[in-house]
């Protein structure tokens, strides 16, 4: 199949659908700059024009509601945030507005709006330029939450969010925008709410969540070769959270490792251990574990940036640590 | 300027102040020149904001305060803490991210700090620090000092609606607050045109009944004298007052390089402002006026720039934080 990186992948969804669909807009800081957002956007401008691909001024609050606004009209906007640190500006549309609006008024009024937010962290950034909010987004009733992992996801799933009638907070990844993989040419959706396996294995079940999903992926094979076979879920969607897909799979390997590169405490892999305890505990051989950010502001010196963000070594030590702590239970494997 | 100077009643002793704003102007210039030097040798790797072109605004206000007045600084932050007084050697050290930095290595180029020197902190969020700037001069009002407070911002501030709230209550509560924007006529990628439908900030303060002027922010004793009127005014307890000063960075939005390539400008216009250098002309009229002479100023430069290599020296030889020490710093003890 054709290969193209994932920021091309993005970048190509949005030409089609905007192309496409007359009701579909792109509105946010640096949706005409070519190096702003990563090279997202290239092109939009000169094929759409200003008026579908509207740069603007340093306004996150009003930029919002006005993109939920011309929502309620029959449009759907999609609204880009070139850093998630900058949708706090955001929060009130997002949160009391944007999320309510379906529920407060009886279902009367839906919001089929995308809110895009890209993570951007490392390269001694520090706090305000680092943050990853998918936890934040996921606690907010009302809101869907996608976080795709790969080229092929991060186009099936960006069409979907565009087309669900409920308010999707988009997530993508800087750290992935280089990644390559297969991506068909036309159209074509990935279901919200319906998580992947990207390894099949009987030890282990470790869930991920966007760029950790490829962390997740090079632990994997070390870990193979430890003989101790992983099976590894991509959630893609945090909220509707593919519960099932999960539980299934802790059924079968009796352990779960869930990797998330946001904060530890209320977090997206606190929410999914919760689950699971609650749900399928008899099922359980060895207690979950996270791999997770400390609950601590993105550091900028490189020394502390390596102790912060988890990488496949955290990984692959954090499943070694229950094979060995638990070794009792794992009957003959070393 | 013309024949002789009158900037008489605002100093005492006005051949020191000149003296001395001249070497803080250059200092920030030597400082800058030096960092984008190490930012493209890659010693440096957080990002920088130069604030190469626009010296005479963080001199010309900072020399017309007192060393309890407060500072508020922004991402472009470095020409605000040198002239307000901070050590330039734990600036280098910061931005080497060592444990020797003014912030530890926690916050790099963005986020500087000098607290005895009355200046909390900068903050790379987009009109981040204007209520935080209205905060200490609500402090000041409620324990009735004379002291003031100053937020300096971009243009881009104005953006946010932040920016309006905080002129908005600080007129209302009559707070010792200078509201001192630097326009330079660029939000990142954007031109000023673009982003605000009335690009003469200054006038906005009419609708908050607040003096609002707007002056040539290359113009160091311009600014020192029209600060030092908004000071006064705010000591006295009549409230805050806006500031424009229009002026040009000489650099990209971020990093060393002059960005001509990214065709967000032309050559003439950064000449045009090039030839408008807030230093040279200092220099010039120190020199018609006899205050210093052509060996003075070179004698000058020299020792800035020693002094400028002592703090590379510095912060090459500190040491990195301790990477078990990333979670020092997020709660302090009581
Ligand atoms: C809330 C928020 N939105 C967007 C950004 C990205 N950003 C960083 S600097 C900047 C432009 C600011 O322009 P201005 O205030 O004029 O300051 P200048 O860079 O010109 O000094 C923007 C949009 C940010 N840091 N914070
Ligand atoms: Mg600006």
Not at chain 1, 102 to 127: L, S
Not at chain 1, 314 to 331: M, N, P, W, Y
Request: aromatic share 8%.
């Amino acid at each position: 199949m054709r290969k193209l990186s994932y920021v091309q992948a993005i970048n190509e969804t949005l030409h089609q659908i905007i192309e496409k669909d007359k009701n579909v807009f792109l509105v946010g800081q640096g949706v005409i700059s070519p190096w702003y957002v990563g090279a997202t956007t290239v092109g939009l401008i000169d094929k759409f024009g200003d008026k579908r691909i509207i740069d603007t001024p340093v306004s996150e609050n009003a930029i919002t509601g006005v993109a939920a606004g011309a929502s309620f009209t029959g449009m759907r906007p999609i609204v880009m945030h070139p850093r998630m640190d900058f949708m706090y500006y955001a929060m009130d549309q997002i949160a009391n507005q944007i999320a309510n609006w379906y529920y407060m008024f009886g279902g009367m009024k839906n919001v089929p709006i995308t809110i895009w937010g890209i993570i951007n962290r490392g390269g001694e950034q520090a706090a305000q330029h680092s943050q990853a909010l998918q936890s934040m987004f996921m606690h907010i009733p009302g809101l869907k939450v996608v976080m795709p992992s790969n080229p092929f996801d991060v186009k099936g799933l960006l069409v979907s969010a565009i087309y669900d009638d409920n308010p999707v907070v988009f997530i993508d990844d800087r750290w992935l925008y280089k990644i390559v993989g297969d991506v068909p040419k036309e159209i074509y959706t990935v279901p919200i709410g319906k998580g992947a396996i990207r390894k099949k294995g009987k030890d282990i079940t470790i869930v991920a969540t966007g760029w950790m999903v490829q962390k997740v992926i090079e632990a994997g094979s070390i870990l193979q070769k430890d003989g101790i076979d992983v099976e590894i879920i991509d959630v893609r969607t945090l909220k509707p959270l593919d519960k099932t897909l999960i539980f299934k799979s802790v059924k079968k390997t009796s352990r779960l490792v869930v990797a998330d590169a946001g904060w530890r405490t209320c977090g997206v892999a606190g929410e999914i251990s919760a689950l699971v305890t609650e749900n399928i505990f008899e099922s359980l051989k060895a207690p979950i574990k996270r791999v997770v950010l400390p609950d601590t502001p993105a550091p900028m010196s490189s020394v502390l940036e390596r102790a912060y963000y988890p990488d496949t070594n955290d990984i692959v030590a954090t499943v070694r640590s229950l094979f060995k702590q638990h070794r009792r239970t794992l009957g003959g494997k070393k | 300027m013309n024949k002789k100077l009158d900037i008489s009643p605002v100093h005492t002793d006005l051949e020191t102040l000149l003296k001395k704003m001249y070497i803080t102007m250059l200092r920030i210039r030597k400082f800058e020149e030096k960092t984008g030097e190490l930012v493209s040798a890659k010693e440096i790797i957080c990002p920088c904001h130069l604030y190469i072109g626009q010296e005479a605004i963080a001199t010309g206000v900072c020399s017309a305060l007192r060393k309890e007045d407060y500072v508020f600084s922004t991402h472009r932050s470095h020409g605000h803490y040198i002239a307000k007084g901070g050590s330039i050697k734990t600036l280098m050290a910061e931005l080497y991210g060592k444990i020797t930095g003014c912030s530890k290595g926690r916050g790099g180029s963005m986020h500087i700090t000098s607290p005895d020197i009355g200046f909390p902190g900068s903050s790379a969020i987009v009109a981040g620090t204007i209520p935080l700037a209205v905060g200490a001069a609500l402090s000041f009002h409620i324990r009735k000092k004379d002291t003031v407070s100053v937020a300096f911002f971009g243009d881009g501030a104005t953006n946010e609606g932040a920016f309006y709230e905080s002129l908005n209550f600080a007129a209302l509560k009559k707070l010792p607050v200078i509201f001192v924007c630097e326009n330079n006529f660029y939000s990142t990628h954007m031109t000023i045109s673009d982003c605000l439908s009335d690009t003469r900030i200054y006038k906005k303060a009419e609708a908050f009944k607040m003096p609002g002027v707007c002056i040539d922010g290359n113009d160091v004793l311009k600014v020192f004298k029209q600060a030092k009127e908004a000071i006064e005014y705010a000591r006295e307890g009549k409230g805050p007052s806006l500031l424009e000063c229009s002026t040009y960075r000489w650099r990209g939005h971020v990093g060393p390089n002059i960005d001509l390539d990214k065709g967000l400008r032309t050559k003439e216009e950064l000449e045009s402002w090039m030839a408008k250098c807030p230093i040279k002309r200092l220099e010039a009229l120190l020199l018609k006026q006899g205050i210093l002479s052509k060996s003075e100023t070179h004698q000058i430069e020299k020792e800035i720039e020693r002094e400028i290599e002592e703090t590379v020296v510095f912060a090459k030889k500190s040491s990195f934080p301790k990477a078990n020490e990333l979670q020092k710093y997020v709660f302090t003890e009581n």
